[in-house]
């Protein structure tokens, strides 16, 4: 990890197009702007975790589950 130290106004820069400035530091909270392109992804910490989580929960499924949707579904001897 590498660790800086900024003051407001100034900033660091990853890549060729992302640029992180330090906004305002107050209290015990730091504001910061960052500036990249619309197409890339940014998220606080806790919401991607959460993201994270939510896409394994959604990868597990039971055996139980696919019988009972399968049930629900016609048959093809149902079909004409």
Same mark, same amino acid.
């Given at each position: 990890?590498? +660790?800086?130290?900024?003051?407001?106004?100034? #900033? *660091?820069?990853?890549?060729?197009?992302? $640029? &992180?400035?330090?906004? @305002? +530091?107050?209290?015990?909270?730091?504001?910061? #702007? *960052?500036?990249?392109?619309?197409?890339? $992804? &940014?998220?606080?910490? @806790? +919401?991607?975790?959460?993201?994270?989580?939510?896409?394994?929960?959604?990868?597990?499924?039971?055996?139980?589950?696919?019988? @009972?949707?399968?049930?629900?579904?016609?048959?093809?001897?149902?079909?004409?």
């Amino acid at each position: 990890m590498l +660790v800086l130290t900024r003051k407001p106004g100034e #900033g *660091i820069i990853i890549g060729d197009n992302i $640029k &992180i400035t330090v906004i @305002e +530091v107050k209290g015990g909270g730091i504001r910061i #702007g *960052i500036d990249a392109p619309a197409e890339m $992804k &940014i998220h606080r910490q @806790e +919401v991607y975790d959460r993201i994270l989580a939510e896409n394994k929960e959604a990868t597990q499924w039971n055996l139980a589950d696919l019988n @009972e949707l399968s049930d629900k579904l016609p048959s093809r001897k149902d079909k004409p």
